[in-house]
């Protein structure tokens, strides 16, 4: 009997004691061994990549080696339990920023996470690129190759209303400043998915800037529509303060209802950079500064406005807000020229007549001559 009552003494003590057995367990794995790595001397943050397939293992062993957590087993297990209780997800594949004094949990957290602590590039668009610019620039920062940016934006054209034309998106992308995810390997299949990503985003925020401008837009043709950013991608590469950008759309709009020819040195510019025609005079065009000489204006390219009349066949260039707002809301003038006032301060007179033109032309060549 007395055996008996010792076994029972035993057995209910176990049973008084497994819950807080089992409780300080939960808090020592829980809590007391989930601590940061933390070591301020290494640096903030380290860039870890998380590779389709990965397995949690192949996971903790590289941020064991980046030096993120203490002990590997620790965080497999842990990831694991919770995996099995449905607390966590499946790990997702990624490039993310993780700081060094983040604990495992947070770390479990992150990778499990959609979007979270994700690696970005910042791509900056300033107004004017051409579309082979806009693809140089996201390959320089590592997104994408530039042939890919290049035949996405001809590629894509067809996803929006836009006129078909050999450059397909050229004008219709946005300048601005774009954050986007870091791919996890360069490989040739991440960079058109990256492409396409870019050329989307900056068409997308093109098209919610019109609708911002003049929403009636959508009423317009595809046809319309084109002129219209053709006539903005021009005004672009010609004003210098934004007062004047819609009186230059003025004075183009008024050359094409008078069957002038444009005339803008922006387009010669384009003709010489970007297309075949302009490919013989690139050399001389470089060693000169960028000058532009009597001969580029006979360059044959539809591109060349002082040799074709009317528009060019496309955008020559990414227009700002501002250009595209002075092409649907051109200024009340009857101008037909204009020419530079003040070099530094970006000016022009604008006038209607040739004679008038030229007096201005005379008087801004003036501050050039050296008198005796």
């Not at 490989?187 to 068409?203: D, F, G, I, Y």
């Not at 022009?348 to 004679?355: G, K, L, Q, S």
């Amino acid at each position: 009997m007395g055996g008996d009552s010792y076994i029972r003494k035993i057995l209910l003590t176990l049973l008084i004691s497994a819950p807080i057995l089992i409780s300080l367990a939960a808090i020592v794995f829980f809590i007391v061994l989930d601590t940061p790595a933390g070591d301020p001397g290494i640096g903030p943050t380290v860039e870890i990549v998380i590779r389709k397939g990965d397995t949690i293992a192949a996971a903790a062993r590289n941020l064991k080696d980046s030096g993120l957590i203490n002990n590997r087993q620790y965080l497999v297990l842990r990831y694991r339990i919770q995996h099995r209780l449905g607390i966590t997800k499946q790990i997702l594949a990624g490039r993310y920023i993780i700081d060094f004094e983040v604990k495992p949990s947070d770390i479990i957290r992150i990778i499990t996470t959609p979007g979270s602590n994700l690696a970005y590039s910042t791509l900056t668009i300033p107004p004017g690129l051409t579309s082979s610019k806009i693809a140089r620039r996201v390959e320089e920062i590592g997104l994408a190759r530039s042939s890919d940016v290049e035949q996405a934006i001809v590629d894509m054209a067809a996803e929006y209303p836009v006129l078909t034309n050999p450059g397909g998106l050229q004008g219709y992308m946005f300048p601005n400043t774009y954050r986007i995810e870091t791919p996890i390997e360069e490989t040739p299949e991440n960079s058109k998915e990256t492409a396409k990503l870019v050329v989307r985003m900056m068409a997308d925020k093109f098209f919610d800037t019109l609708d911002e401008i003049d929403s009636s837009w959508v009423q317009l043709t595809s046809a319309q529509l084109h002129e219209k950013v053709i006539l903005a991608s021009i005004v672009e590469r010609e004003y210098r303060i934004r007062e004047e950008a819609p009186l230059i759309a003025a004075v183009f709009n008024n050359r094409i209802l008078e069957g002038m020819a444009l005339q803008s040195c922006a387009t010669v510019v384009y003709t010489i950079e970007e297309t075949d025609a302009g490919l013989p005079f690139q050399d001389d065009y470089s060693r000169f500064d960028r000058r532009i000489f009597e001969q580029y204006l006979e360059i044959p390219s539809p591109y060349n406005t002082y040799y074709d009349r009317g528009l060019p066949p496309g955008p020559i260039s990414a227009p700002s807000r501002i250009a595209l707002s002075a092409a649907f809301f051109p200024a009340n003038s009857d101008a037909l020229y204009f020419v530079v006032k003040d070099p530094a301060a970006g000016t022009h007179t604008f006038t209607r007549y040739y004679d008038e033109h030229l007096d201005a032309r005379g008087i801004y060549l003036s501050q050039y001559i050296v008198k005796d």
